[in-house]
């Protein structure tokens, strides 16, 4: 299923990926600190996430209780189709070149990377 998240809506994903199912109250909750969201905020971005097909609604009981419907891996595979197409090109290598420019790669990082693509390659 593809359904694109904006960055609000990734870290209501985030809460519900931690533990789900959860109530809007809950969500807002914890989110307040980080982003000072009010609950009428988390309602519009939950409701379009419904729409979207991001979340499920459980409305059997008391209060309504949230579910993701798309698991953080789908997610962020998603994501990372989204940002390869639009800022390199559809290429990996220029992703990775960046994160080695920018230092945001560490040297055990690019050693694990490089351990995945000689599996990969065994395949």
């Known amino acids: 299923m593809a359904v694109q998240c904006t960055e609000a809506e990734w870290k209501i994903m985030e809460v519900l990926w931690e533990s789900a199912p959860r109530t809007m ?6 989110l307040l600190s980080s982003t000072g969201w009010s609950r009428h905020t988390v309602i519009t971005l939950l409701k379009r996430m419904q729409e979207k097909g ?24 998603q994501q990372t189709k989204k940002l390869l197409s639009h800022v390199f090109s559809g ?9 080695v420019d920018t230092g945001e790669i560490s040297l055990d990082e690019m050693e694990d990377i490089l351990s995945l ?6 395949k």
């Open 25 to 30: 109250p809950e969500i807002t909750k914890i």
């Open 54 to 77: 991001s979340v499920a609604v459980d409305e059997t009981g008391p209060v309504k209780k949230y579910a993701p419907l798309i698991t953080r891996e789908e997610a962020s595979a």
């Open 91 to 99: 290429k990996a290598s220029l992703l990775v070149q960046n994160l």
């Open 117 to 122: 693509l000689k599996q990969e390659g065994k």
